[in-house]
């Protein structure tokens, strides 16, 4: 018999691992490891390896639906386009452009997000956004600021040359598992690891320093380590002086940050403050790791850019082994942005309010009245739907509905939008609200181009059909577009990557023919350049080539403890499942590890309760409830609770406000109450 390998690119998180899908008689019967691969090396963590179960399960979508009373009608693709022309079209024709919002899927390729961005603005509209926004926008918007770049600084197997590692509010151990590999390297030629973190997690069982801090105190920490690394004189001068602005008032504004005082913000005590300031100020090179733990706050942006200052007064930045890096989520969130499905950029992040963009993108498409942003934020679309002012959504590959903090808010505003549009693989919670679901293809029953973390993209094969009549995600918003007048003809994701090449600076020579195995790293701006693993390497693209050092206050998170919500909720993730679980709560072996949604609660507080491991409990917050089993542990501080988000009903709890500048909610703070279910 036989056998094709077919190479492609791991749809979960976004370190991006290389596999083959070993494809027989049509069928995909299996994973073949790729040892060469830049990144994985041949390995892949738990959710990589089961992969395929998602490919042909038996509750995929193979036809468009329409909603008929309480359920749901098999339609054809006419009726269902002509649906989604008519919903979007009415909502345009009675309420002009600005009413209708998108949202872009970071699951889908490169091609697909460009061309869903560039279907909302070619209609007018400046709102469309992708789950960046719940995720990394505090990257995008703080380390523009500092850096002049939101991009991971150096490629992830650099991270073995470190010779201290920092990682603050990343679980990578279980959320970038094959990302870990490159730490425990760096670790064997004697790399000192540092973890700041509420809890203790897989990824803190490896540091040599754990900085166990209360919830949303991390600017405190960091000023704390800035005045220790001033004070003792640990700061690099001359990269100070010859590439940064700003230093003077960091100093000025860290001056009463003192370990002692820092550690009665945090909790942590003084002496591993300076012990980890040290280290991280003396290495030869340090790395800094992190992820929602600090950006999924109100003060997220702050906790980036004090992240940058730290790694700007020591000059660990522009080397091997250096470098601030922003862990990016989901297989295609780097380029979902990359390819301006965000509110306030453009393609190549040319911004959406500089009338310059406006002028630049209608010679590029050939066409007039493009919006001049920024459009609405993801979190922003979802309120304005609430108060009417956005009529109509077309939502690809992303479940707000479980995702988005308080899920009820989130349901009433999308139950009052005059129409929806999902284009999903499987029934979410989101698709249940909408009006027409449209099915698409999965990951390996397409083709097209993914950049991962570390900003390499990668081109994944088609290994397989799509089941019955799911189309890829390109083939449909082609459809939509054609249906509404515009000109979307693009036989192929290939075709799509060509306009690519002249729109983004960053992808120029970035062409199909080039991304054979190991991808290209952006910026890489001709056919014949190399691509850039590290950035800043000769200066900052900010005036004057220098970084912006900016000194932040510490702030306390918007919700802390009281009398009638005792508890700190803080939410996150479990190797096992992804996000809102569509995908890994419908993979039986991934399932079978982890069945229910449960609560994380410290052995003495549990004991206070009256709760025994396993016992059904309520979680209360001004929001809401929601029941899950208690898991007894000391991994969590007393006063704090853990759960994961990836069953429905974490997110009845979570409060929505916002980081001013990033709007993103503060999924890593609520203050909530809990009793034993009798
Ligand atoms: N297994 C798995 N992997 C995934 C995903 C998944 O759902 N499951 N999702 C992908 C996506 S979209 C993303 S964005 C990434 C996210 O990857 P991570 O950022 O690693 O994920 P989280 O578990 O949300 O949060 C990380 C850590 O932050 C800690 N934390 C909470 N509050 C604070 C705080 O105030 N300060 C500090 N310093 N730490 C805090 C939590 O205890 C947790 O250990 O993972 C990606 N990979
Ligand atoms: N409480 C709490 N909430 C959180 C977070 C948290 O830490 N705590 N983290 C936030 C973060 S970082 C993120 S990124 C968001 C994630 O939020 P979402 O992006 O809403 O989460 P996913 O479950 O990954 O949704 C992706 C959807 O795409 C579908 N899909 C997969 N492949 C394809 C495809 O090829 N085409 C199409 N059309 N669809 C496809 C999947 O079935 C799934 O429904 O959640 C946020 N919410
Ligand atoms: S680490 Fe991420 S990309 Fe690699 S196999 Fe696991 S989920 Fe997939
Ligand atoms: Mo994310």
């Not at 505090?138 to 470190?162: E, F």
């Not at 052995?603 to 016992?615: E, H, N, S, Y």
């Not at 089993?629 to 990836?646: E, I, N, Q, S």
Request: charged share 20%.
């Amino acid at each position: 018999m036989t056998k094709v390998l077919v190479p492609t690119v791991c749809p979960y998180c976004g370190a991006g691992c290389g596999f083959f899908i070993s494809v027989e008689k049509e069928r995909a019967t299996g994973i073949e490891y790729m040892p060469d691969h830049p990144v994985s090396e041949g390995a892949l963590c738990s959710k990589g390896n089961a992969a395929l179960e998602v490919l042909c399960h038996q509750e995929r979508f193979t036809s468009p639906l329409k909603r008929k009373g309480e359920g749901w009608a098999r339609i054809s693709w006419e009726e269902a386009i002509d649906l989604v022309a008519k919903g979007l079209g009415d909502a345009i024709k009675k309420n002009g452009p600005g009413s209708i919002a998108f949202l872009a899927s970071s699951k889908c390729s490169n091609e697909e997000n460009y061309l869903i961005e560039k279907l909302a603005r070619l209609l007018g509209s400046p709102h469309v956004d992708n789950c960046a926004r719940l995720c990394h926008a505090p990257s995008v918007v703080g380390l523009n600021r500092t850096l002049g770049a939101a991009g991971m600084t150096n490629p992830i197997p650099d991270i073995a040359s470190s010779k201290c590692v920092f990682i603050i509010g990343s679980n990578l151990a279980e959320n970038h598992p094959v990302i870990s590999r490159w730490i425990h390297r760096a670790k064997d030629e004697g790399a000192v690891v540092i973890a700041a973190d509420p809890r203790v997690t897989h990824t803190s069982w490896m540091a040599d320093v754990f900085l166990q801090l209360k919830p949303g105190t991390d600017v405190a920490l960091l000023n704390g380590m800035a005045h220790v690394i001033i004070k003792e004189g640990l700061v690099d001068r001359d990269y100070i002086a010859q590439r940064t602005r700003g230093f003077e008032e960091l100093k000025e504004s860290v001056g009463d940050y003192t370990p002692e005082k820092v550690a009665e913000i945090t909790g942590v005590p003084a002496g591993d403050i300076v012990r980890a300031a040290r280290a991280y100020a003396i290495s030869p090179a340090s790395s800094i790791l992190y992820s929602m733990g600090i950006t999924q706050h109100t003060t997220g942006t702050d906790n980036v850019q004090a992240v940058s200052d730290l790694a700007l007064i020591c000059g660990h930045l522009g080397k091997p082994g250096t470098g601030v890096m922003p862990l990016r989520g989901q297989n295609n969130v780097q380029g979902a942005c990359d390819m301006g499905a965000l509110a306030e950029f453009y393609p190549g992040y040319k911004k959406a309010d500089d009338s310059e963009t406006i002028r630049y993108f209608s010679s590029a498409w050939r066409t007039e009245g493009l919006p001049l942003g920024p459009g609405l934020t993801a979190t922003q679309m979802i309120d304005a739907a609430g108060t009417g002012d956005i009529k109509g959504m077309y939502v690809v590959g992303e479940d707000p509905a479980n995702s988005d903090p308080c899920s009820h808010n989130v349901h009433s505003a999308l139950d009052n939008l005059d129409f929806l549009v999902v284009q999903d693989i499987f029934m979410t919670a989101t698709a249940q609200l909408a009006d027409v679901v449209l099915p698409g293809a999965v990951w390996a029953e397409k083709e097209g181009s993914y950049t991962n973390t570390e900003r390499r993209v990668q081109w994944s094969c088609r290994a397989i059909d799509p089941p019955g009549a799911a189309l890829s995600d390109l083939e449909i918003v082609c459809k939509v577009a054609r249906s509404l007048g515009l000109d979307f003809y693009y036989p192929d994701a290939a075709s799509v990557l060509a306009e690519i090449n002249r729109t983004v600076p960053q992808y120029a020579g970035i062409t199909r023919e080039r991304l054979e195995r190991d991808g290209l790293v952006w910026p890489c701006p001709t056919v014949d350049h190399p691509g850039t693993p590290i950035l800043h390497s000769s200066g900052f693209k900010l005036a004057e080539g220098r970084a912006c050092i900016v000194h932040v206050p510490y702030r306390p998170a918007a919700e802390v403890a009281s009398w009638d919500y005792p508890f700190i909720l803080t939410t996150g993730r479990v190797a096992v499942h992804h996000n809102a679980g569509s995908m890994t709560r419908r993979s039986p072996s991934l399932i079978s590890r982890e069945p229910d949604l449960y609560v994380e609660i410290n052995t003495a507080d549990a004991a206070r309760l009256k709760v025994a491991d396993g016992d059904e409990v309520t979680i209360t917050t001004p929001r809401g409830e929601t029941e899950a089993y208690a898991r007894l542990t000391d991994k969590v501080k007393r006063g704090v609770v853990f759960m994961p988000f990836h069953f429905p009903g974490t997110n009845i709890l979570t409060t929505d406000i916002t980081d001013p500048e990033a709007r993103i909610p503060e999924f890593k703070v609520a203050a909530c109450k809990i009793s034993r279910r009798d």
